[in-house]
């Protein structure tokens, strides 16, 4: 399985932003796709969450601004991020975790700048 994520760049502060993480293979059983993020000196954190049942959580910075959703027929997660802030300037990395084959994979970043 490969993560590929897109959708990074450059945005003032309240502005939007869309990711993308399309996973390619095929992937049985419950799964979760994930975003974290690395702030430059930051260790990385877990910004949301979505299995393949539905459930989603959020760290709390990010709750009532990001939206996380997921195409399971393209096996593609989305996260839609608004109202962002300068301190949502990361590294944003896709993730994929399938219990099941007690592994996790990782997609390449993508740079999210926010300017104040």
């Known amino acids: 399985v490969q993560l590929q994520a897109s959708g990074g760049g450059l945005v003032q502060s309240g502005g939007s932003l869309r990711l993308s993480c399309a996973a390619s293979?095929?992937?049985?059983?419950?799964?979760?796709m994930g975003w974290y993020r690395q702030a430059p000196g930051k260790q990385r954190e877990l910004v949301a969450t979505?299995?393949?049942?539905?459930?989603?959580s959020y760290v709390d910075s990010v709750k009532g601004r990001f939206t996380i959703s997921r195409d399971s027929a393209k096996n593609t997660a989305y996260l839609e991020m608004s109202r962002l802030k300068p301190e949502d300037t990361a590294v944003y990395y896709c993730?994929?975790?399938?219990?099941?084959?007690?592994?996790?994979?990782w997609g390449q970043g993508t740079q999210v700048t926010v300017s104040s």
């Open positions: 993730n994929l975790r399938v219990p099941g084959w007690d592994s996790t994979y």
């Open positions: 293979g095929s992937i049985i059983g419950f799964n979760i």
């Open positions: 979505i299995s393949n049942y539905g459930s989603i």
